[in-house]
């Protein structure tokens, strides 16, 4: 029997550290923690060990595509491809930051919108059947969506978007807020918002494509939402632990062989959400 493997994006502290910790206990295979620095992914690693648990590391920034095809190339090398991979990595900006909103707006959306992507487009390709993704998204694209023009709205939520055309759409975004034209064209105030409404739609365009490009191979491909969760970027109000927050990531991340849903769907505390 060819080895599992499970690789978590961003997985050095927060709600990532604590994917792997449970994914460590619950899933019988090799767990990877991967950071964008081996410093710090090493002593994530190190922090788990001391805790009895055993995941492997390898450097991956998903902002830097050679980072990712270079991660890529190992894991279809060594493992023969994915069994599941958890696309966590995310930024948000503090609301205290004074950074002009098109600076906010294009660098949000390169990490948790494109780059995200990114990691789609050459991970997908090696998910072994069987396998399970999950895109860690949050409740905040489900409300910045009704937020939406009902134009964009209608667009979002349509099950003809493709690819392309959501990338458009993300990309009109930024370019509009360099204008101030963002309001105008239908669009709120929130770079992460925005971003997740993103990354939720891209998610259900991309098992959309699975079921029919791979129709017997039984993948799941899901974004779901973490809940507030106290973490570097949610801070220390939020009344989730990191534990808790990984709990639905999680369960979508080991959901039984054979299951055929939930599939293109977004899921919060386990459960399918209205979109």
Same mark, same amino acid.
């Given at each position: 029997?060819?080895?599992?493997?499970?690789?978590?994006?961003?997985? !050095?502290?927060?709600?990532? /550290?604590?994917?792997?910790?449970?994914? #460590?206990?619950?899933?019988?295979?090799?767990?990877?923690?991967?950071?964008?620095? *081996?410093?710090?992914? @090493?002593?994530?690693?190190?922090?788990?060990?001391?805790?009895?648990?055993?995941?492997?590391?390898?450097?991956?920034?998903? !902002?830097?595509?050679?980072?990712?095809?270079?991660?890529?190339?190992?894991?279809?090398?060594?493992?023969?491809?994915?069994?599941?991979?958890?696309?966590?990595?995310?930024?948000?900006?503090?609301?205290?930051?004074?950074?002009?909103?098109?600076? @906010?707006?294009?660098?949000?959306?390169?990490? !948790?919108?494109?780059?995200?992507?990114?990691?789609?487009?050459?991970?997908?390709?090696?998910?072994?059947?069987?396998?399970?993704? *999950? !895109?860690?998204?949050?409740?905040?694209?489900?409300?910045?969506?009704?937020? #939406?023009?009902?134009?964009? @709205?209608?667009? =979002?939520?349509?099950?003809?978007?493709?690819?392309?055309?959501?990338?458009?759409?993300?990309?009109?975004?930024?370019?509009?807020?360099?204008?101030?034209?963002?309001?105008?064209?239908?669009?709120?105030?929130?770079?992460?918002?925005?971003?997740?409404?993103?990354?939720?739609?891209?998610?259900?365009?991309?098992?959309?494509?699975?079921?029919?490009?791979?129709?017997?191979?039984?993948?799941? /491909?899901?974004?779901? #939402?973490?809940?507030?969760?106290?973490?570097?970027?949610?801070?220390?109000?939020?009344?989730?632990?990191?534990?808790?927050?990984?709990?639905?990531?999680?369960?979508?991340?080991?959901?039984?062989?054979?299951?055929?849903?939930?599939?293109?769907? =977004?899921?919060?505390?386990?459960?399918? @959400?209205?979109?």
């Amino acid at each position: 029997m060819a080895t599992k493997v499970a690789v978590v994006t961003g997985s !050095n502290k927060g709600i990532g /550290l604590a994917i792997v910790r449970a994914l #460590c206990k619950q899933f019988q295979g090799d767990i990877y923690l991967t950071a964008r620095d *081996v410093g710090r992914g @090493q002593e994530a690693v190190q922090s788990l060990a001391s805790e009895g648990l055993k995941p492997m590391f390898h450097q991956l920034d998903i !902002n830097d595509l050679n980072s990712i095809t270079t991660a890529a190339a190992y894991f279809k090398d060594k493992y023969g491809g994915v069994d599941v991979l958890v696309n966590n990595a995310g930024i948000a900006f503090k609301m205290a930051d004074d950074a002009p909103f098109a600076v @906010q707006a294009e660098v949000t959306l390169k990490t !948790n919108f494109f780059a995200t992507r990114d990691m789609l487009t050459h991970f997908l390709p090696l998910i072994k059947a069987g396998g399970r993704v *999950v !895109n860690v998204s949050s409740f905040v694209g489900s409300r910045t969506l009704n937020q #939406c023009s009902p134009a964009l @709205q209608q667009r =979002f939520r349509s099950e003809d978007i493709s690819e392309d055309e959501l990338v458009g759409l993300m990309q009109q975004f930024v370019d509009k807020t360099k204008k101030g034209e963002h309001k105008e064209g239908g669009w709120p105030e929130t770079a992460y918002g925005v971003s997740k409404t993103g990354l939720t739609t891209l998610s259900m365009i991309q098992a959309r494509r699975l079921s029919k490009e791979r129709p017997n191979d039984g993948i799941l /491909l899901n974004a779901c #939402c973490p809940g507030w969760v106290r973490t570097d970027m949610a801070g220390p109000k939020a009344p989730k632990s990191p534990d808790e927050g990984a709990v639905t990531p999680v369960y979508l991340a080991l959901l039984p062989p054979g299951a055929t849903e939930p599939h293109g769907k =977004f899921v919060s505390e386990k459960e399918v @959400q209205p979109w």
